[in-house]
């Protein structure tokens, strides 16, 4: 599985935009990005997921770059229950061990 | 809505002891995943199943084995017990097909102390 680099930690004011980057610079090219999230005390929740175009649901966007070696996960107006710890994976298609990281922790402040 | 549970939210055991960690999910997903969680570590993956009676080992598995006799349950299994198996054991599940296939849906965890 390719690796991927978050950021320990990052801060956002409540009702902004939170962009939470992540860099998979070896990634193949049959390799997804997803995202998931893991709120104090509960399992982790899955976000969203993306090959090469940007993608958005009722949670969050997904940006990758072209070069698809890196990508940004937008919540567009946080709120105090999106302070949690965020996962980046990439994984083959159809591959179904992942690897999570350590991820991003997310503090959203009033 | 997917629904994960797992036999206990937490659980004392002691050093040596034999522990079954049960995990039903009730989507009739074909993947199947055990995974521990330690402070600084992330979620390390220790072994998933595929279908039934199938399994493969994840990134830890030393310690532990698992069944899957239903396609429903999957069970962690920790022969002898020690307390550097002291963590959160978090199960997941998810279906074979599809885009939504990396989508895996996870239970609330079990808290296992060794003492």
């Known amino acids: 599985d390719a690796k991927t680099t978050q950021p320990t930690s990052m801060d956002c004011a409540e009702g902004r935009a939170a962009n939470l980057p992540c860099n998979h610079s070896?990634?193949?090219?049959?390799?997804?990005v997803y995202w998931y999230r893991q709120i104090h005390s509960q399992g982790p929740q899955y976000i969203i997921h993306?090959?090469?175009n940007n993608e958005t649901n009722e949670m969050a966007s997904l940006i990758i770059t072209e070069d698809r070696k890196s990508s940004t996960l937008i919540l567009p107006h946080a709120t105090l229950r999106d302070t949690a710890v965020y996962y980046c994976?990439?994984?083959?298609?159809?591959?179904?061990?992942?690897?999570f990281g350590t991820g991003t922790k997310l503090q959203v402040i009033p | 809505d997917v629904k994960v549970t797992q036999s206990s939210r937490y659980l004392v055991k002691r050093t040596g002891e034999k522990v079954f960690l049960e995990c039903v999910q009730d989507?009739?997903?074909?993947?199947m995943f055990w995974y521990r969680q330690d402070p600084g570590l992330g979620l390390r993956l220790i072994y998933f199943s595929y279908d039934v009676k199938m399994k493969e080992k994840g990134d830890i598995p030393e310690g532990y084995s698992v069944s899957r006799e239903k396609k429903e349950r999957f069970s962690l299994i920790l022969e002898s017990a020690s307390t550097n198996q002291t963590s959160m054991y978090l199960c997941?599940?998810?279906?074979?097909?599809?885009?939504?296939?990396?989508?895996?849906?996870f239970g609330p965890g079990t808290r296992l102390t060794v003492t």
């Open positions: 989507m009739d997903h074909e993947n």
């Open positions: 993306g090959l090469k």
């Open positions: 997941a599940s998810s279906q074979n097909r599809g885009p939504s296939s990396y989508e895996q849906y």
């Open positions: 070896t990634i193949s090219g049959n390799e997804y």
């Open positions: 994976i990439v994984s083959p298609g159809g591959y179904q061990k992942v690897t």
